[in-house]
């Protein structure tokens, strides 16, 4: 469990990025925090490793104040994805994945077991573990990137933005891979995003922010789309402008969904329509 209570970051030009922000991030789930530039998403998400020290407030995991805890041994223990990816272009990709493992003193074996492991929970080819970052694509960068994160086998995963910089097809793939992958390692995950669809794709809590992180809505991607909290919630998720109004088309080729702005969404399944 991670919590925020009455949290402000206020930097030394006067920008207050964050004010009077409480929020309980549950375990094993996936908590997306989303907003526009500016709202203090990214700046909550470094809190939480000590990247960034609230100005008030204070930040607890399991129910201990992070800020007694030594802020290098606690970034070590906790994952954390960013959007390009942040590689070592001199290092290999495994040697990439190994820097936290090594930083604790793991044995070589026990590196190279953990390598090849991770290779295969992010959907990698061994044969590239000896390649240098500039030699992958952004889509193979930013699943070593994750494969970096979870090598210490963290509790914790931050991720900021980490599919931002890749194409919308390969943005789409990893997003598939992370749903995938949480089933399998069951981590708890803040992920931030600027992307609403993003966030309610992956996203089992969802935390619409204004700007300093003043909280608009906290909820399922369910109840947010069911019951707006406010116009500006309405806005940002679509549902004023009718893009998240849906319903039924017959045509030659089956029954489409379509949405308020008559674009075809998706193609309804058989046995799947109400009665």
Do not use: W
């Amino acid at each position: 469990m991670i919590e925020f209570s009455h949290v402000s970051k206020v930097f030394p030009d006067g920008t207050a990025a964050v004010r009077d922000f409480s929020l309980a991030i549950p375990p094993r789930r996936t908590t997306v925090l989303v907003g526009s530039s500016g709202s203090g998403k990214t700046t909550l998400l470094r809190m939480i490793n000590r990247m960034v020290d609230p100005s008030d407030g204070v930040i607890t995991i399991d129910g201990k104040d992070i800020a007694a805890r030594n802020p290098v041994e606690l970034r070590r223990s906790i994952g954390y994805v960013m959007q390009h990816s942040g590689l070592l272009p001199h290092f290999t990709v495994a040697a990439n994945i190994a820097t936290v493992p090594v930083l604790r003193g793991a044995s070589r074996r026990d590196i190279g077991v953990r390598v090849c492991e991770l290779l295969d929970v992010v959907g990698l080819d061994q044969a590239l573990a000896d390649r240098y970052p500039a030699q992958l694509s952004g889509g193979q960068q930013q699943r070593v990137g994750v494969a970096r994160a979870l090598a210490a086998d963290p509790n914790i995963l931050l991720m900021d933005e980490p599919f931002g910089a890749v194409d919308p097809i390969v943005r789409a793939e990893l997003q598939q891979e992370l749903l995938r992958l949480q089933r399998e390692v069951d981590k708890t995950i803040v992920f931030v995003t600027h992307d609403i669809d993003e966030a309610f794709l992956l996203g089992d809590q969802v935390v619409i922010l204004e700007a300093g992180a003043q909280t608009a809505q906290i909820g399922s991607p369910s109840q947010i789309i069911e019951q707006p909290a406010s116009q500006f919630v309405a806005s940002f998720i679509g549902a004023e402008r009718g893009r998240r109004a849906m319903h039924l088309k017959a045509t030659t080729g089956g029954t489409v969904v379509v949405d308020g702005f008559g674009r075809t969404q998706g193609v309804l399944v058989a046995g799947t329509e109400s009665p």
